[in-house]
Structure formats: C-alpha cells, structure tokens
C-alpha cells in the first residue's frame, strides 16, 4: 500500500537482508522516515517482550462505499488524527507519543501540532500516562524524546510557537540510533520517566 | 458518515434533547448499538476527567488516491483490526478492549475473534495493562467485562470456542446501564482492577 506521502510501509519481515536494512537506514538518515523506523523499532519491542506500542490507523472519512464488490470504499478522504500517532504500553503504564521531522535546525516549529493533540496530551498527563515527542532534527541527524510538557508550554505561550533546539539538548533526551531497534527510545523512556 | 453495517455515528454534542438521548438508549436496549455506547460513555469519562479511552479508527487498506483532487481516496477497503476496537488511560494504567455483541443467551461465541486479537491481548496482559472484553448479550439486555485471561483459555481450549454465559455470571461484572454514560464500564473496571 502507499501512504499519502507515497512511500511504501516496509514490515521488517519483510526485510531479508542485512543490504536491505542498511538501506532503510540510510534513507533514515537522510530523515526521510523517522516513521518507518518507529514502525520497525515497535515490531522489535513487541517481539523482544520489551512493550507493546502501536501506530493508530489514518482515521479516514467514509462517504461512498460499494457494497456490490464486497464493501469497497469508492469515495473518502483522510481526516486530521485529533489523538496522536501512537500508543501502548510499557511497563504497566500507559504510553503516548507523536512523533514529527524537522529541516530547521535551530527550532521545532509547532505549525502542525494541532490544539486537538495538545488537549489529548494535557489529558493524557492528567490521566498518569507517559506522554511525549519523538522529534527528528533531519539536517543534525539527531532524534530527540521530549516531555510533552514542555510542547504544550511552548504551545500556549502564542507568538511564533517553536520550540528552540537548545531546549530538546538541555531537557529531552537523545535516542541512540541503531540497526536493531532502529530508535532505542524506549530506553529515553526508562531513563526520563522510570529511573 | 456510514459505517459498513449502515448505521450512523451520532456524536454525543449531536444529541440535543432527552427524547433523541432515550432513542438511543431504546436502541441500546435491543442490543443495537454497542459500539454506539461505548464511544457515549468515553466521551462522558473524557469530559468528566475520569479515563481517556479512544476507538482505534478502522484500519482502511488504501488503494488509489487522486491526488488531482486533494488527496482524495477513491479505491479502498476495510482491513481487519489486529488489535482490539478501544484504548486509553485510567488511573495512569494502560487500558485495552474489545467489544462485541451476542444474539446467544447460552454463550458467547468466540467464531468473530482473530487470533492476532488474541496475541495482543496476552501481550497486553504480559507488559502489566488491563485487558478485558465488554460482552452485550442483546436478548437478556446484560453487558459483562470479563477479563481477557478467560477469553484466551477458552479460545485456547479448542473445540466449539464459545463462553458459556455463566462464566460472565461468575467471573464477570455485569455493567451498569444508565443514561450517561450509557454504560458505567469504568466502575466495572475499579471493581475488578483497582480494588
């Protein structure tokens, strides 16, 4: 299938050979798949026993369905994820990210974090739950874990809203990068939240 | 919006006056609208502050996308959830569910429940969440949560595949129904888990 973007969704079963993996790896390095790699680092962590995380479906807008060729969808449309990408659990506890690419590389600019994730996050917080921001630096090649606090307080300040660099190297945590996870976020997990 | 089984989605904020509410719930009472429920009663916790819990959207395989027009979908179809339908957060604890309706009055068949349903479930169960099923047995007008321990080994027994109704009598808690929310699943949810 093709996403939106055009980029094929590459399960790691279907990843045979090392050649193929460094492959993803470098496109990941150019920062064009920071999805593709939490995909392939949840598959790892679902089947190392580490956590169990998902990504949510597209949430997609159903106007035409025809029932003659068995429910085939002939008219719809993607519609704004109001939660965000991805959730589950780690540790008994529950998880809750969205994860975003950058070209700056002095800020994360909020433009499209929408107000109805910010609300998520907020409740999500409020609810006990673990909740954060994967940001890929695409240019530094640095992905960076961040507190969803500090996007929400960045968030509501108004004026420009972006979040400086600075703020990801004093306050969040860098993820190691890797061939298997390709993101060892989970353990920016355990250090920020579990430790 | 349609869902495949034809009916339509009425958000709560939709629901202008007790006589539409009482419509609802009469539909309810025929064991017609679980989904319907449920999606009430999370947006009842959400704006209570009591839990966050969200339907995952329907995983929709897509097949062409005219980009000519705005990205709109006109070749598509419905894939089957490999998860369960409901997620969230209580109490900061990871909560996992599936919901499903019973014409039977002897037993829940197990017939309609993947096995990748199952597998998640024992995986939710393994990294510390709560999972559980919400069973309506429509005719008798009783909904039970049944923690999904027993759901596995009565899937896992092999045979018939099918609960008999007194394991909901015995090890379930039947929820209570009431305007809003429509159905207090979350008391269930304290009385099995968090007492």
Redesign the interface.
């Known amino acids: 299938?093709?996403?939106?973007n055009g980029k094929k969704y590459v399960k790691s079963s279907e990843v045979k050979t090392v050649k193929e993996h460094r492959s993803l790896l470098s496109a990941a390095n150019r920062g064009m798949s920071l999805e593709e790699d939490i995909n392939l680092s949840n598959e790892y962590y679902?089947d190392m026993?580490i956590?169990?995380i998902?990504k949510?479906?597209?949430?997609?807008?159903?106007?035409k369905?025809d029932y003659s060729r068995?429910?085939?969808?002939?008219?719809?449309?993607?519609e704004k994820q109001s939660?965000t990408d991805y959730?589950?659990?780690?540790?008994?506890?529950?998880?809750?990210f969205e994860a975003k690419n950058t070209k700056s590389e002095t800020s994360f600019p909020l433009g499209n974090i929408s107000e109805h994730q910010i609300i998520?996050l907020k409740?999500?917080i409020?609810?006990?739950?673990v909740a954060f921001f994967i940001i890929c630096f695409q240019i530094k090649n640095e992905v960076y874990l961040l507190d969803a606090s500090f996007v929400i307080k960045f968030y509501e300040i108004g004026g420009r809203k972006s979040i400086p660099y600075n703020v990801f190297k004093e306050k969040g945590v860098l993820i190691k990068q890797d061939y298997t996870p390709r993101l060892h976020y989970i353990d920016a997990v355990e250090t920020l939240y579990f430790k």
């Open positions: 299938m093709k996403y939106p679902r026993g956590a169990l998902n949510r479906p597209t949430p997609i807008n159903i106007v369905v068995g429910a085939r969808i002939t008219d719809a449309y993607f939660t959730n589950g659990v780690y540790k008994g506890k529950y998880i809750d998520h409740n999500v409020k609810h006990g739950g």
